[in-house]
Every structure is written in structure tokens, then in C-alpha cells.
């Protein structure tokens, strides 16, 4: 079978999915997200907190990868990640970001457009400290994103970063830095198996979050 017969036999949104009722929602986007977050971990999505990351680089070319979401609060979406990574690079020369949720079980996507900023240095250190062990060690080792020319190299600043840590169990990775993003707007996607999808958009506005659907 070809390629192409062979996605085209895939199914998708095909399956049962909860319903969404656009006119019974909050006046806020992050209680929303909480809401179907919440929905989500308990309909046993696999990672539901991993999301897709995307910044733009100095020449305006778009990048994207998967981070974890580490918390959610009145302020925005948090992240965490080095500072002198290939990302970290791209937010501190431009800050405008978009995050996006994929929630498949549920036929649910979420679009969160804004801006990110790194948090207190004191927030990082305590969210460096919190993480476990294999964690640090890998960030303590890693210089995010840079050539490795030889994976050996790695096993060693492991094994040497392990003892360092051993010795020290409150060494802290100096790039190691939360992100918190302010969104500009968010948008809430519900899939229908009859292919009458809800987008619901809130944006940001001078007087607090305007709600728009938008079409499919
Ligand atoms: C499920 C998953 C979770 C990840 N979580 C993080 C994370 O929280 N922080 C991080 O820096 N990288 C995380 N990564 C690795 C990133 O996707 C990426 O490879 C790395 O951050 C380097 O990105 P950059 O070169 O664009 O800076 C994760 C990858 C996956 C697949």
C-alpha cells in the first residue's frame, strides 16, 4: 500500500468526544484551561501537559518543540527550560511565543498566542531544586542545543556532573529559568464528529478578555 493510501485510510476524529457548549463558559481563559486540563487527566491522556512551543529566530524562521507546561496560574502558562538554549536565545531576542495542546483522546486542541518572560531568578531556583535527580544531573551537564561532536563527551560531563552533585546536592544549572507566558489570546477547539467543530477565542482587550467564535 502506498504512503498516501495508507493515511488516507487512517481515521480521524472519528471516536466519541465530549461535548462543548461555547455559551457556558468563564469570562477568563485559565479557568477554562484548567477545566479541560483537568478533563483530560482524568479521561487518561497520555502526558496531557506536554504542549508544542513555538518562537521565531533572529531571520524569521519559526521553530517549534515539545515542552511541559509546569504550572498554570492568574499570570499564565509557566515553562522551564535554559536560558542559552536554541529557544531560550530566540525568546530573549523576541518574546512572542505560541503554545499549543493537542488532546487527542478528546478531539481537543488549545492555541495560546503571547509573550514570554522569564521569571524571578529565585522562582527558578527553587523549580531547579524541586526536579528530580536525573533531571538536574541533565541539565547541569547539557548545554542545551550546542553541537555535541561526540556522545562520549556526554557520558563524561554525566558522570562528572553525578559527583559534582553528590558532593554539593544543592547545586544549581545558572540557565535553568521559568518562563511565563502572558497570553494575548487563546483558543479553545472542539472537535464533532459531524465536522461542526467549536472554536471559541478569547482576546485579550482593554477591559479584560472579548469571546469570539470563530468558523471551522
Ligand atoms: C515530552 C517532552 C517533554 C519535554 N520537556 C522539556 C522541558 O520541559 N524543557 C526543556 O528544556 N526541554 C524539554 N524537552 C526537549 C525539547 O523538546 C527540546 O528538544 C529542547 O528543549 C531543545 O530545544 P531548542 O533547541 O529548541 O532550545 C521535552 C521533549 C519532549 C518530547
Do not use: C
Amino acid at each position: 500500500m502506498s504512503t498516501r493510501d495508507l493515511l488516507r485510510g487512517l481515521p480521524v476524529l472519528a471516536h466519541e468526544m465530549p461535548p462543548f457548549d461555547p455559551a457556558d463558559t468563564p469570562d477568563a481563559p485559565v479557568p477554562l484551561f484548567a477545566s479541560w486540563l483537568a478533563g483530560a487527566i482524568d479521561a487518561g491522556v497520555d502526558e496531557p501537559h506536554a504542549m508544542t512551543v513555538s518562537t521565531v529566530d533572529v531571520d524569521g524562521w519559526p521553530d517549534a518543540r515539545v515542552l511541559i507546561l509546569k504550572d498554570l496560574d492568574a499570570a499564565g502558562w509557566h515553562f522551564a527550560t535554559t536560558s542559552t538554549s536554541a529557544k531560550g536565545r530566540q525568546l530573549a531576542a523576541n518574546p512572542r511565543l505560541a503554545l499549543s495542546f493537542h488532546w487527542r483522546e478528546q478531539g481537543r486542541q488549545v492555541r495560546v498566542r503571547g509573550t514570554a518572560r522569564p521569571a524571578d531568578p529565585d522562582v527558578s531556583r527553587r523549580d531547579f531544586l524541586a526536579r528530580p535527580e536525573g533531571s538536574r544531573i541533565a541539565t547541569l551537564a547539557g548545554r542545551q542545543s550546542a553541537v555535541l561532536p561526540d556522545r562520549t563527551e556526554l557520558d563524561r560531563e554525566l558522570a562528572a556532573v553525578r559527583a559534582r552533585l553528590a558532593a554539593d546536592p544543592d547545586l544549581v544549572a545558572e540557565g535553568h529559568t521559568v518562563y511565563t507566558v502572558a497570553p494575548e489570546t487563546v483558543e479553545f477547539w472542539q472537535a464533532d464528529r459531524e465536522r461542526r467543530h467549536v472554536r471559541l477565542r478569547y482576546r485579550r482587550a482593554a477591559t479584560g478578555w472579548e469571546r469570539e467564535l470563530l468558523w471551522p
